[in-house]
Antibody
Framework: EVQLVESGGGLVQPGGSLRLSCAAA????????ISWVRQAPGKGLEWVSV???????YYADSVKGRFTIFKDNSKNTVYLLVNSLRIEDTAVYYC?????????????WGQGTMVTVSS | EIVMTQSPATLSVSPGERATLSCRAS??????LVWYQQKPGQPPRLLIY???TRATGIPARFSGSGSGTEFTLTISSLQSEDFAVYYC??????????FGQGTKLEIK
């Protein structure tokens, strides 16, 4: 079965850090684009970051310099290191697959992991 | 950055009727437009890509149209399971992969 499974969320104080994981099954992260998309409570979808098959990475302006995306092909897992967390980073964090243009869309999504930033 | 604007924010429609949702891009995205459906407590599900191509397993009552800056998602005869939030996303100039703010489709 093709699936993405996120983990690593939790309650953290402002300024804290977490490492989110996105474990893939049935697909290989080495030849797919994997993005992180977040959704604050009761709000819409916000794209956060992407890592391409060649390892290139990009970030939304709102997280640039604080979040780092990387992958371990041997574990078939993509990670999002979230540092210097702010109240407004509170959200469900989803990882999603873009199959390099076939189609041009996020066709597989994980169930999400909740990050709560609160003192 | 391309800004995506959806309208209306909330749409009330009776089961069996047609629903029409709109998405506008701040600049042309050609046909690189995607629609997702999201139900409470679930991740988004891919419905339509390339403005009008249904994803695998999506019923024929869902159709997408448009190009350039104006796009429409039509659900021809609403079923109970179709009441959800719908998001559009541009796939023309990325990153960032920008989403609209969503349209909530509710039962009238």
């Amino acid at each position: 079965e093709v699936q993405l499974v996120e983990s690593g969320g939790g309650l953290v104080q402002p300024g804290g850090s977490l490492r989110l994981s996105c474990a893939a099954a049935g697909i290989t992260v080495s030849n797919n684009y994997i993005s992180w998309v977040r959704q604050a409570p009761g709000k819409g979808l916000e794209w956060v970051s992407v890592i391409y098959s060649d390892g290139d990475t990009y970030y939304a302006d709102s997280v640039k310099g604080r979040f780092t995306i990387f992958k371990d092909n041997s574990k078939n897992t993509v990670y999002l290191l979230v540092n210097s967390l702010r109240i407004e980073d509170t959200a469900v964090y989803y990882c999603a697959r873009d199959p390099n243009g076939d189609p041009d869309a996020f066709d597989i999504w994980g169930q999400g992991t909740m990050v709560t930033v609160s003192s | 950055e391309i800004v995506m604007t959806q309208s209306p924010a909330t749409l009330s429609v009776s089961p069996g009727e047609r629903a029409t949702l709109s998405c506008r891009a701040s600049q042309s995205v050609s046909s690189k437009l995607v629609w997702y459906q999201q139900k409470p407590g679930q991740p988004p599900r891919l419905l339509i890509y390339s403005a009008s191509t249904r994803a695998t397993g999506i019923p024929a009552r869902f159709s997408g149209s448009g190009s350039g800056t104006e796009f429409t998602l039509t659900i021809s005869s609403l079923q109970s399971e179709d009441f959800a939030v719908y998001y559009c996303q541009q796939y023309y100039n990325w990153p960032p992969y920008t989403f609209g703010q969503g349209t909530k489709l509710e039962i009238k």
